[in-house]
């Protein structure tokens, strides 16, 4: 046993599966045995003096959950994650489902959601010997308030834990900024950039004008009296295409003396860094201050006036993206509570479908609901000014239905909706946390005031470039618009997506599980021009060819036509390779096996500045891989660069020949030789929620393919659930080959 000591920033990290003292990891651990138990001490990028530590007492030498929660570790995970953040206020507060008992500052509560049947509770120290620390002491499976009174902490742990931290985070921190320790067997280096973004940077402005395709060309020199999209497949260059078009206009209003303001708008902050750099690199006459680069938080928080937005408020995340996926673990906690106490009250009023979702275990169906009530909370009670009070209930429930709102068929299940909202909503303005759509949804707000059609004049922005748009909420696309400086003419907005790329396929509805993000039409943007790529430069033809399987099924689960391109008619320009790979194992040990091979023989090929991919493709699946992801870690044959969040993208630039591991979504963007795809979801014909199925594997299985430009190897075990139905047709149509592993060897 050990004691485990860390802020909170390091505890998000290490609950989402992130590895220690590798390449590409944003975590530094140091152990002392010193100190009885040991204590290891976890440092991240950022972290204070001053900041507040979470404490450990019953952590293990190889993991920081006891041995008696990891069978469930995501929930222990997420339970605990969600305790740190509701004990930031006092008196601390939780979900009536976790029977919480209270002693002074001790708290005990179940470890597990009571769907597990475990009678496992942490007992916890909120503001530890008075520091502001958090500490859970111990799993106990005792149930009573007596017991908690008369329970004395080993304070000296938490001291000794405490000190020790403090005693290491300057070493750890440098650590951290510089080179992993040669201990780990990982070379970093800091000249090369991966070979993609390579050849980008090594070509300015006018070099790439002469080699753009036709379609390319078109939107380029499109005149910008009118909005464009610009539609194409993963690896069509539509960011490139895109900078480029945005350096153009600069390059042309400078030369013409025109003053001119640009605004390059983006989903996170890693990918708005990465078009920073990418502008950098294609500009030919110094820097380009002319166009600001910002996620379109960033450009509510630079908009808004100060003082518009209280200080007490805490944005959850800090892009949109970041923001949405805390908030869903946030609304799952809502729903659960919900269901263990007032749902006996609008459950005889809801329909029999809505019964069904609410009442179902399955996680992917707990999270498509949860996305569904995420978007329903924000783009449509947030969006209409609905906030608990008296009669609030009524005017949501006489609010009429578009077809891209959640499937509610009565007022019953409005009900049901409107009691989730306000719980949801108390639970946030209890600990002061602001979400991205409630910062929006104001930013919206003043926009239309008439404060900003004054000050747009010289605020606002000539031409407006958006890249990852398929990403864009229904709230998010409206707010576009306001930000043009002209407000006589049509805005000049010009986006570039691709909705079968998204991680979140969600914002464009489906026939099961219809999301607030899905529209069927595009707010203020009639009469816009769109231009679709249809070439690939990355992706061989038999690559390309599993895409176009991959996506010929989102026909069948009725994907809005409006984004239905012909993706029978793209082809590829790049080198002919061989046929992507389906290989079947029986066990979960064989596909490790299996997946070790693969590796073996893909990097021993692989030049000195590549880069070759492990995509999980369900991230619920990925903290199962890490043992094997450890262990290759640790051999001097491979240098492993951990993925762990969209932040760690930026990062894989300063590393040459190293296989890049982590969960499919977070490759976005990222071109690799080889990619190998393994934590395939369990897929049954009659899942009961289409929409959720395309969430979990359609649209990330699309997107792990479609980052590989010669050789795709696909791993699955029956254990698991076997091969999903998709790939199994894609075998039967010939573009993927099928392998046993045992008849591989």
């Known amino acids: 046993m050990s004691v485990s000591v860390m802020t909170l920033r390091a505890f998000e990290r290490i609950s989402a599966g992130a590895t220690m003292n590798y390449a590409g990891s944003d975590l530094f651990e140091i152990v002392s045995q010193d100190y009885d138990p040991p204590v290891r001490a976890v440092y991240s990028r950022g972290d204070e003096d001053s900041d507040s530590l979470i404490v450990i007492g019953v952590s293990e030498k190889t993991d920081f959950l006891p041995e008696r929660l990891r069978e469930h570790r995501d929930a222990a995970y997420h339970r605990m994650l969600s305790f740190v953040q509701r004990s930031a206020t006092y008196p601390v507060i939780l979900p009536r489902g976790w029977k919480q008992y209270k002693s002074d500052n001790l708290v005990t509560f179940f470890a597990l959601p009571e769907s597990f049947g475990s009678t496992l509770r ?307 303005q209890r600990r002061n946390l602001l979400t991205s759509d409630q910062l929006l949804n104001d930013f919206l707000n003043y926009l239309e005031s008439f404060t900003w059609n004054h000050r747009r004049l010289t605020d606002g922005y000539d031409v407006i470039f958006v890249d990852e748009f398929h990403l864009f909420n229904a709230l998010e696309r409206q707010i576009l618009r306001y930000l043009s400086r002209d407000v006589r003419s049509y805005p000049r907005i010009f986006m570039a997506l691709d909705p079968r790329q998204s991680p979140w396929d969600v914002f464009f509805g489906s026939a099961d599980a219809t999301s607030s993000d899905a529209v069927t039409g595009d707010e203020g943007m009639e009469g816009v021009k769109t231009v679709d790529i249809p070439t690939v430069h990355r992706s061989s033809p038999q690559i390309l060819d599993l895409i176009k399987h991959i996506h010929l099924d989102y026909a069948n689960l009725n994907l809005d036509d409006d984004w239905d391109y012909s993706i029978s008619e793209v082809e590829s320009l790049a080198t002919p390779g061989p046929v992507p790979s389906l290989f079947v194992s029986e066990t979960f040990a064989e596909e490790e096996l299996a997946i070790y091979k693969a590796v073996s023989e893909a990097y021993s090929r692989m030049h000195a500045g590549g880069q070759m991919a492990l995509a999980i493709v369900d991230e619920d699946r990925f903290r199962r891989y890490r043992d094997m992801i450890s262990n290759m870690g640790k051999s001097d044959k491979y240098s492993i660069v951990s993925v762990t969040s969209r932040e760690d993208i930026a990062g894989l630039k300063y590393h040459r020949k190293s296989l890049v591991v982590g969960p499919a979504e977070y490759l976005a963007g990222l071109q690799f030789d080889t990619v190998l795809i393994a934590g395939l979801p369990s897929l049954t014909p009659n899942s009961p929620n289409q929409g959720v199925r395309r969430r979990g594997a359609l649209s990330l299985l699309y997107l792990a393919v479609s980052r590989a430009a010669r050789d795709v190897r696909i791993f699955s075990n029956e254990d698991s659930g076997g091969v999903p139905e998709v790939l199994s047709r894609a075998h039967e149509e010939g573009v993927l080959g099928l392998f046993s592993t045992r008849e591989k060897g």
């Open 122 to 428: 942490w007992v916890t120290e909120v503001n530890a010997s008075g520091s502001g620390d958090l500490v859970f002491w111990e799993l106990s499976e005792t149930d009573g308030q007596q017991e908690l009174s008369e329970y004395e902490p080993p304070n000296v742990r938490h001291g000794n834990a405490r000190e020790f931290w403090l005693q290491k985070r300057v070493a750890a921190l440098e650590a951290l900024s510089g080179p992993t320790p040669a201990a780990v067997g990982v070379d970093v280096v800091l000249d090369p950039a991966p070979q993609a973004q390579g050849v980008v940077k090594s070509r300015g402005f006018t070099q790439w004008l002469p080699d753009l395709t036709t379609c390319q060309r078109e939107f380029v020199e499109a005149p910008t009296d009118r909005s464009i999209r610009l539609r194409g497949p993963a690896g069509s260059g539509k960011t490139l295409t895109l900078s480029i078009k945005a350096v153009r206009e600069v390059v042309a209003a400078r030369r013409s003396g025109t003053p001119i303001r640009a605004l390059f708008v983006t989903h996170s902050w890693s990918l708005a860094s990465e078009v920073d750099q990418l502008l950098m690199a294609l500009s030919e006459e110094g820097p380009l201050n002319e166009i600001n680069t910002l996620p379109l938080v960033a450009v509510a928080q630079e908009i808004l006036p100060t003082g518009m937005v209280p200080a007490d408020l805490q944005l959850i995340g800090d892009d949109s993206l970041t923001g949405k996926i805390t908030q869903l673990a946030e609304i799952e906690e809502v729903v659960e509570d919900f269901i263990g106490g007032d749902w006996v009250t609008f459950k005889g009023q809801a329909s029999p479908d809505f019964v069904e979702r609410l009442e179902a275990t399955e996680p992917e169906a707990k999270r498509g609901l949860a996305w569904d009530l995420l978007v329903e909370f924000g783009c449509v009670l947030g969006a209409d000014g609905i906030f608990p009070s008296v009669n609030s209930e009524q005017r949501y429930i006489r609010l009429p239905r578009a077809p891209w709102m959640m499937r509610l068929k009565d007022s019953g299940d409005k009900r049901a909706v409107y009691a989730l909202y306000v719980k949801y909503y108390d639970s946030l």
